[in-house]
C-alpha cells in the first residue's frame, strides 16, 4: 500500500529536548515536505526536499533542520524544542515529473507535539 | 506573492443542501496549479483535485463539483446534496510551476453538515 508514515503520532516533551519527527515514504517519490498546522493559519511550509541531499527552506524553518540522505526517508529534527513549536505536523511527498508536473503531494496521518 | 484566500472560516448547512466554498487566488505566474484537500476529523489530508491554470474546464466528480475562473481568480468548490460525511475541514492550495513545488495553502474552511 502506497503510504507516506510519520512518527511518533504524538509526543508531549519539555522544552530543549532534541526531538526528530521520522517520515518515510514507500513511493519512490523525489519531493518531500514538512508543514505545520496551526489554528487560524492552515499549513505552512517549513522545509522541504526535491531530491537526495536537496533541501531548501519553506516559509517558517526557524528552529527546525532536516536532512535527506535516502530517497524514502525525511526526518524533522527540532535541536532545543520551545512551547511555541507545539503544533500539528505534516510530512507530504510527491513524484516530480518535471518543471510542471505538480503532482499531488501524499500526506501522512500527522504527528502532533507537545512541548511543555 | 502567491497568497490564498479562503474567507469563509466557518460553515454550517443542514444535509442535503448544496454548499459552495469559496477560493480567492493571488499569483504573477502565467502556469500554476490548483488543489482542494479534505481534513475529517480524524485529521488526515486528503487530496481531492488538481487543476492547472490553462485548462478552465470546470469538473464534476459525484456530489462534488469545482469553478475555476482565471478572470476573479478563483477556484470554488461545491457539494451538491451535502452529507454528514462531508464535515471537515477543506483546504484550498496553490502552487506556481517556478517554484519547486512549493505549494501555499488557504487557512481552510470548517464545513459542518448537520443532520
Known amino acids: 500500500e502506497a503510504q507516506v508514515t510519520q512518527n511518533p503520532r504524538y509526543l508531549i516533551t519539555v522544552t530543549g529536548k532534541k526531538l526528530t519527527v521520522t517520515c518515510s515514504q514507500n513511493?519512490?517519490?523525489?519531493?518531500m515536505s514538512w508543514y505545520r498546522q496551526d489554528p487560524g493559519l492552515g499549513l505552512r511550509q517549513i522545509y522541504y526536499s526535491m531530491n537526495v541531499e536537496v533541501t531548501d527552506k519553506g516559509d517558517v524553518p526557524e528552529g527546525y533542520k532536516v536532512s535527506r540522505k535516502e530517497k524514502r526517508n525525511f526526518p524533522l529534527i527540532l535541536e532545543s524544542p520551545s512551547p511555541n513549536q507545539t503544533s500539528l505536523y505534516f510530512c507530504?511527498?510527491?513524484?516530480?515529473?518535471?518543471?510542471?508536473?505538480?503532482?499531488?503531494?501524499?500526506f501522512g496521518d500527522g504527528t502532533r507535539l507537545s512541548i511543555l | 506573492a502567491q497568497k490564498v484566500t479562503q474567507a469563509q472560516t466557518e460553515i454550517s448547512v443542514v444535509e442535503k443542501e448544496d454548499v459552495t466554498l469559496d477560493c480567492v487566488y493571488e499569483?504573477?505566474?502565467?502556469?500554476?496549479?490548483l488543489f482542494w484537500y479534505k481534513q475529517p476529523p480524524s485529521g488526515e489530508l486528503v487530496f481531492l483535485i488538481r487543476?492547472?491554470?490553462?485548462?478552465?474546464q470546470n469538473e464534476i466528480s459525484g456530489r462534488y463539483s469545482w469553478n475555476f475562473q482565471k478572470s476573479t481568480s478563483s477556484f470554488n468548490f461545491t457539494i451538491t446534496a451535502s452529507q454528514v460525511v462531508d464535515s471537515a475541514v477543506y483546504f484550498c492550495a496553490l502552487s506556481e510551476s517556478n517554484r519547486d513545488d512549493k505549494i501555499i495553502f488557504g487557512k481552510g474552511t470548517r464545513l459542518h453538515i448537520l443532520p
Open positions: 487543476r492547472n491554470s490553462f485548462d478552465e
Open positions: 507530504a511527498s510527491a513524484h516530480v515529473q518535471g518543471p510542471y508536473s505538480n503532482q499531488p503531494q501524499h
Open positions: 513511493m519512490n517519490h523525489e519531493y
Open positions: 499569483t504573477r505566474d502565467t502556469t500554476y496549479y
